[in-house]
């Protein structure tokens, strides 16, 4: 055997191994991976090599493609530096080790260009002939919603990026903090609209204020890849409104009440120009692509779409007009207290009337159930395509249709959003009591309750054809087995009776707050 073929069978033994690492960390990896402008990866590559026949063996043009054009991605850690992914010392065989510290060397000096998404099965190309290359199979594929492919969406990405980074020039933290602060306090109306969007402007103050130099922007490159695209353009979203006020340096009760005048009403991120002619075509295209048409048909939701509850009432009360015992109490506690003490054990909840204006809730759902997902909670691979609204200044218990002096509780619900342990931080914490006969009688005021803050982020661009959409179409289905109650949100008061019977004993308990 020469000495060229001891060094490619030396190869083909460790090359395997190498390749395996590489597959290996990559799939492993849990956050955003970014692209970034690491340079003479390939050149690093050859040049590790100190044998000449060696070198020689691993000049190959689809190692070289492979290197270039993934061979400086990285992912960010949480202070901020980058982590090459691909390559790591600690798993590469031997012989490749000095030649994988060269590469990580490198890209971890190197910036962030960009997120990385991909629509390809196979990074590179496995194998030609006898010799194996530098390759990874990726566990996950980008999925193109068919309006924008993955190089398309990293773009959006970018654009983000440069968004926020312009915005918090504008908007300090003492700012930001501020905005957060009047949003908790429940100064304004609908707080919940924005309320996420703030705590991610003051997050990311915090991670710049946490790290120094390039690691700042490696930090907001993370956080803005992890954010509801919604979040990272807020100089063009509600939540400028409250922060140029306060820039300015408003009083409170005025910089409320130029918040409170945008929300009037439902008409929170809405358009208020009709779409041109123009538009509307361009939209019927893309929604003609999409198909997505039918998934603008919406209706009142029912029991049935209820896909999961916190809590529902025992078989035996289920039926409407059971006489409670005399009850004992009342006990005053949080609601967080009610829900891990009480709630478990509770065999009927009747909800004491409510008086002035309350967040009393409708729930809506698809009128085609197998139509396409527009909702950011609804996926293919787990279909929910409930959503619900609340009017900004609230109702009145009788325009729900609820009279009396105790309602019915018929279930304990988490936002749709947040069913199947799914996360969307943007929309707050809530709980809502759905009510037995509550219906909004306004009908949502005649049209079908489709607003852009809560569709995936490729249709909103087309916003004003949806807003067209809403208004010319009414909800469908409204009801006796329309589904309404009323939505708690962290952070807001809330101030109510409830009367609960437990192994057929009655005790009324006061909720005075959410914790």
């Not at 190692?63 to 991605?73: K, P, Q, S, V, Y």
């Not at 603008?296 to 939701?301: S, Y």
């Not at 909800?475 to 809330?494: D, E, F, I, R, W």
Request: proline share 6%; with cysteine; charged share 20%.
């Amino acid at each position: 055997m020469t000495a060229l073929d001891v060094h490619a069978q030396r190869r083909v033994d460790n090359y395997a191994a190498l390749v395996h690492s590489i597959d290996t960390r990559f799939n492993a990896l849990a956050g955003p991976v970014f692209r970034t402008d690491a340079g003479g990866l390939y050149e690093a590559y050859l040049a590790s090599f100190t044998d000449p026949d060696v070198r020689q063996q691993h000049s190959c043009s689809c190692c070289r493609t492979f290197i270039e054009r993934f061979g400086g991605l990285a992912t960010v850690g949480d202070d901020g530096a980058l982590v090459p992914a691909l390559w790591d010392p600690a798993t590469a065989p031997a012989p490749y080790r000095a030649m994988v510290v060269a590469l990580q060397q490198r890209v971890s000096q190197a910036r962030i260009t960009m997120l990385f998404l991909s629509q390809q099965t196979m990074y590179g190309k496995p194998a030609s002939g006898p010799w194996q290359h530098l390759a990874i199979t990726p566990a996950t594929v980008f999925e193109s919603s068919g309006l924008h492919n993955a190089w398309q969406t990293a773009c959006a990405r970018r654009e983000a990026f440069a968004s926020v980074r312009r915005a918090l020039r504008q908007y300090s933290a003492p700012v930001c903090a501020t905005a957060l602060q009047l949003l908790k306090e429940t100064l304004l109306d609908n707080p919940a609209a924005v309320l996420g969007q703030a705590q991610f402007l003051v997050d990311l103050h915090a991670a710049r204020a946490a790290a120094t130099g390039q690691q700042q922007d490696n930090l907001r490159y993370r956080m803005v890849a992890r954010a509801p695209m919604g979040f990272c353009h807020p100089r063009s979203s509600m939540i400028a409104t409250l922060l140029d006020d306060i820039v300015a340096g408003k009083p409170v009760g005025e910089a409320a009440a130029s918040w409170n005048a945008k929300m009037d009403g439902l008409r929170y991120q809405r358009p208020q120009v009709a779409p041109t002619p123009g538009a509307i075509k361009a939209a019927r295209i893309a929604f003609a692509k999409l198909g997505a048409f039918p998934a603008l048909q919406r209706r009142f939701a029912t029991m049935d779409d209820i896909q999961e509850a916190v809590w529902r009432p025992h078989p035996h009360y289920a039926a409407r007009g059971r006489a409670s015992a005399a009850p004992h109490g009342p006990h005053s506690m949080t609601l967080d207290t009610f829900r891990r003490t009480v709630l478990p054990t509770a065999e009927r909840i009747e909800m004491a009337a409510l008086e002035g204006r309350q967040p009393f809730v409708a729930l809506t759902s698809a009128v085609h159930a197998d139509a396409r997902p527009i909702m950011q909670w609804d996926t293919l691979d787990q279909r929910n395509p409930v959503a619900w609204y609340c009017y900004n200044r609230c109702s009145l218990a009788s325009e729900f249709n609820l009279t009396g002096s105790f309602y019915e509780v018929m279930a304990v619900i988490l936002p749709p959003w947040a069913w199947g342990g799914r996360s969307h931080p943007q929309y707050g914490e809530h709980l809502a009591f759905l009510l037995e006969d509550a219906r909004d009688l306004c009908g949502c005021e005649g049209h079908s309750a489709l607003f852009p803050v809560n569709l995936k982020s490729e249709l909103r661009e087309f916003r004003s054809t949806i807003e067209a959409y809403s208004q010319e179409n009414a909800l469908a289905g409204l009801g006796k087995n329309s589904v309404a109650g009323l939505a708690l949100t962290k952070g807001h008061p809330c101030k109510f009776d409830l009367r609960v019977t437990i192994d057929g004993q009655v005790g009324t308990y006061r909720i005075e707050r959410w914790d």
